[in-house]
């Protein structure tokens, strides 16, 4: 079964959104970052795709 985050439907920070910047930007994993920022990976692909980030997928 997911993992369960605490932060269910949260608003986004200014401080998360640049860490989620920074991470994607270093070619982090969706399953890294969701683990690093205590967000779900669903939550973190779609805040990526609003701004239009690419997350890097593990071959």
């Known amino acids: 079964m997911a993992e369960r985050f605490e932060r269910h439907r ?3 920070t200014s401080d998360e ?3 989620l910047h920074l ?3 270093k070619g982090m994993s969706l ?4 683990k690093a ?3 779900s990976e ?3 692909k ?11 997928k593990l071959r």
Do not use: C, H, Y
Not at 31 to 34: A, L, R
Not at 46 to 53: C, E, H, S, V
């Open 17 to 19: 959104i640049q860490k």
């Open 31 to 34: 399953k890294g970052i969701s």
């Open 46 to 56: 779609d805040r990526a795709k609003a701004d239009g980030l690419k997350i890097a």
């Open 42 to 44: 669903e939550s973190i």
């Open 10 to 12: 949260q608003a986004w």
């Open 23 to 25: 991470l994607a930007g």
């Open 37 to 39: 920022m205590t967000r």
